[in-house]
């Protein structure tokens, strides 16, 4: 049955929101994104499938990937409690409640990629919920020496702007992933989206509620 999610409306007046401080123990510089070739758009729509086999990604790759999704462009002040930005993904509002959290390689531990600073902080204390999220994801379809990649949502930042924001948290979701899929085919990755949304065990890394499990998905090289 469909569930319906209401249709979102600016609210009236904001309800300023404070963005969830995340448990960082450091931050690891990626490297340039510059030295790597995008294909042109043409190839990636005509060559974009969702694949199953994974080489290691090299860490330029990922740079790369992350870099043309979801690096800040701009920022600018708001009333909501926190600042809005421009990135190369749209986003309602230009909030982006959607976090790419990424378990490195080697079991050496989560990261959230950081679209500020271009890097990736390292997480604490996630490996208890996380981990579990991992093996059940290798159930569906196992990754061999790809990357699990976890889409976050942080639904009150949109809530913080919008009635019924329910909606644009997930429309954010299937863009960004979208936008993924398509960068990764232009830098000649593997990508597959699975279909978990990766709760019980996302929503359980902030005790308030504050996060959401809205997807995950599995990236590589090609072997």
Not at 9 to 29: F, G, M
Not at 53 to 71: E, I, K
Not at 159 to 169: G, I, M, N, P, Q
Request: contains cysteine; negative net charge.
């Amino acid at each position: 049955m469909w569930k319906s999610l209401g249709s979102p409306v600016p609210r009236a007046v904001p309800e300023p929101y404070t963005p969830l401080s995340w448990p960082i123990s450091q931050s690891i510089a990626l490297p340039s994104a510059d030295a790597v070739e995008l294909q042109p758009m043409t190839a990636a729509l005509q060559n974009r499938r969702s694949e199953r086999a994974f080489a290691r990604l090299p860490p330029a790759q990922l740079s790369a990937l992350l870099w043309h999704v979801g690096r800040r462009l701009e920022l600018a002040p708001s009333p909501l409690g926190f600042a809005i930005e421009r990135r190369p993904t749209p986003s309602a509002g230009a909030i982006h409640p959607i976090h790419m959290v990424l378990q490195l390689p080697d079991a050496h531990g989560w990261a959230r990629y950081n679209p500020h600073d271009h890097c990736l902080d390292m997480l604490t204390a996630v490996d208890t919920h996380l981990d579990p999220l991992a093996l059940h994801c290798e159930e569906l379809v196992p990754r061999g020496q790809g990357q699990l990649m976890l889409f976050v949502a942080e639904p009150g930042k949109t809530a913080a702007k919008y009635e019924d924001a329910e909606s644009l948290v997930w429309r954010d979701a299937g863009v960004l992933q979208g936008t993924l899929a398509l960068v990764a085919a232009s830098l000649d990755l593997h990508f597959c989206l699975l279909g978990v949304s990766g709760d019980p065990w996302v929503a359980a890394l902030a005790d308030q509620g504050q996060l959401r499990g809205v997807g995950a998905a599995i990236l590589g090289a090609r072997p």
